[in-house]
Nanobody, 124 residues
């Protein structure tokens, strides 16, 4: 049974930083891409960042490019999202997901297992 558990969310002031973690179990972690998505109140879930199986290739939503960094540690079965220069519009529930393939994608259809989410709130 695949399980994903996010942690690291919280309340931060604009301009601050947070680091999210996603611990995975039940699957050969290093064989699959991973991704972060987020959903703000009243909005659809949107892509944030993705990383391929090895960590050698990443891609980001335009809205977070240059501020967020996705990474993974295959030895620890854990993925991270370092979020810097946070803005109030980054406020959302953040979800991690495992990909159906080794290659990262911005489409939620390419991910088959999801965590429960962690709340990130950025105050102005």
């Amino acid at each position: 049974q695949v399980q994903l558990v996010e942690s690291g969310g919280g309340l931060v002031q604009a301009g601050g930083s947070l680091r999210l973690s996603c611990a995975a179990s039940g699957r050969t972690f290093s064989s699959y891409a991973m991704g972060w998505f987020r959903q703000a109140p009243g909005k659809e879930r949107e892509f944030v960042a993705a990383i391929n199986w090895s960590g050698g290739r990443t891609n980001y939503a335009d809205s977070v490019e240059g501020r967020f960094t996705i990474s993974r540690d295959n030895a620890k079965n854990t993925m991270y999202l370092q979020m810097n220069s946070l803005k109030p519009e980054d406020t959302a529930v953040y979800y991690c997901a495992t990909g159906r393939t080794p290659y990262g994608s911005s489409s939620s259809r390419e991910y088959d297992y999801w965590g429960q989410g962690t709340q990130v709130t950025v105050s102005s």
